[in-house]
Every structure is written in C-alpha cells, then in structure tokens.
C-alpha cells in the first residue's frame, strides 16, 4: 500500500518508521525533509492512503481532502470538529468513496488492555461496579514550549481522549460526565484534570501532564473480582492483577503477568488499518460520542473544543 505521511513531527516519524518502505511521499509545511508542503500537492495516482500527523486544527479538512479523492485516512487522535454533524459528513464521504478513515487509538492494541476486554467480554468479573483510569506524563514544558498544543482543553483532548475511548473499548458509551477538579499548574491550558460518570459502572478518569515517572494504571471492580492494569508497554514492565474475591471477605486469590517489551500496538495497529483499507469501513461513531463528551466538558470549564 503506497502511503503518504502528513505532518513530521513526533508522531509523523513514528508512524513512518512503522510503515516503513510503504512511504512514498512525505507532507509538512515547516519541515526542511518533507517533499511537500501541502497534500493538495501529492499527485493523486501516486497513492492510496495517508497517516494524517498534524495538529489538531489542520486535521478536519486534510481529512476531508482525501477521503473525497478516494483515498483511505489513519488520523492521528484526537478528530474534532465544530459539532458532530461535521463528523458525520467524513463518515458519509468515506462510506460513498469506499475510503477508510481510522482515527488511531493505539492504546486498543495494549495487550494488558485487550486481555482486560476479554476479562470483561467473558464477565469474569460479574456486574462492573466502579472503573478508574489514571494517565500522566511529565511533559508540562514540552506542551507549554508548543506552539500549538498549549491552548483549549490541553490534556484533556490529549491524554483524555485516550482515556475516553478506552471506556468505549471496554465498556461501550455510558453515563454523563462531569468534572471534579482541574487546574492549570504550569500551563496555558488545563495540564491536571479528573472528571467521571455516575452511570454503569461509575468512571474516574483523571489525567496530567505533571506526573514526572510517566504513569499509567487502571483499577475495576466488580461483584466477583477486580482487575488491576499497572503502567504500558512502552514504559514497562507492565502487570496486570485479577483477584477473585472471597465470600463473605478475606485475602482474595491473585493471578499475575508481568510483560516487559518494545511497544508493540504502532504496529499492530499499522496492521489492523491496512485490513481496514482491504474491507472498508470507519470508526467515525467513536469521534462522534468522545466529541460529544469534550463538548460537554469543554462548555462546562469555559474552554473552546478546537
């Protein structure tokens, strides 16, 4: 599949180093390598998809561009617009051109996390109680020193939507959320945040850009047990904990694993677009459900969504 990779910076050069000898063309309006400063200016017989790397403001019509040429779309998360309707636009031109349009969440592709699914899948756990999700990275002056990623919803629209699709992953769309607390420590924009559900199950989502050991973990609870996700892959060794409970209390019996390995979901999730461009299809619901809970949040904080 000939690919074009849109945008070269730290995600644009992941994602060429995945694809590797598929790249035939590279996009970029400030970066000296690119061999295009624009994707109106890649001729059009000269490929088949594109892995769209920009900022978050560029993405919508770059997207548009090339579905309506035909052309099948990995889009970098998160994929925002003003409302949903514009959202809905992108599925229809795709399912009309038969383009594919992924937005990528690779954190699917974590295998704790898809082990986790199952768990859930084969209601190991009985009914799902309470599920809490803490993700945090030390990248405040990185963020701060952007000229881009510094403004609006901050680490919200970054480490949440992640956060947010892992709901939809694990547990489909539920509740209505609210925040709890927020704060701009060392940033323009929200670097620190916790909102949640009160639905089925109950969801604590908190997220930041001033954990200085990057941290990831994930805690649910249900009637028969619970599952415990500590750190990813890319930073590992990464465990995960099933404990099953004991009636009527005690010291519940623990299966452990442990993994320790390069991340492995960039190319896994390269693999899984590729059969996404063989068969067509989006996942444009996803977009169209986190846009609507950052709408939210973002109306509810005082903060504009894109």
Request: charged share 20%; aromatic share 10%.
């Amino acid at each position: 599949m000939r690919t074009v990779i849109v945008g070269l910076g730290i995600q644009g050069n992941k994602r060429m180093a995945i694809a590797g000898e598929d790249v035939v063309a590279t996009v970029d309006p400030v970066v000296s390598k690119a061999q295009y400063r624009t994707v109106d200016q890649v001729p059009l017989d000269s490929f088949d998809a594109a892995l769209v790397c920009t900022p978050d403001q560029a993405k919508f019509d770059i997207v548009k561009y090339l579905l309506s040429h035909s052309k099948h779309v990995l889009v970098e998360k998160p994929l925002l617009a003003s409302d949903g309707t514009q959202l809905r636009l992108l599925g229809e031109i795709a399912r009309s051109t038969g383009a594919a349009c992924y937005t990528a969440y690779n954190h699917r592709f974590e295998p704790h996390i898809m082990r986790l699914k199952e768990l859930l899948d084969g209601r190991t756990l009985g009914n799902i109680y309470l599920a809490r999700f803490f993700y945090g990275n030390g990248t405040a002056l990185d963020v701060k020193h952007s000229p881009w990623r510094d403004q609006g919803l901050g680490v919200v629209s970054d480490l949440g939507s992640h956060l947010l699709d892992m709901v939809l992953f694990l547990f489909g769309p539920t509740g209505k959320f609210e925040p709890w607390n927020y704060n701009r420590f060392e940033n323009n924009a929200l670097d620190h945040f916790l909102f949640g559900s009160s639905g089925k199950p109950v969801l604590e989502l908190e997220m930041t850009l001033l954990s200085w050991r990057n941290t990831f973990t994930a805690d649910v609870f249900g009637e028969l047990g619970s599952a415990h996700i500590n750190c990813l892959c890319k930073w590992g060794p990464s465990t995960f904990a099933v404990r099953k409970r004991v009636f009527p209390s005690g010291k519940p019996d623990e299966n452990m694993q442990t993994i320790e390995c390069a991340d492995p979901t960039w190319a896994a999730e390269y693999k899984y677009f590729k059969e996404l461009c063989r068969t067509g299809g989006t996942n444009i619901e996803n977009d169209i459900w986190i846009q609507s809970v950052l709408s939210g949040i973002a109306q509810a904080v005082g903060e504009e969504l894109v």
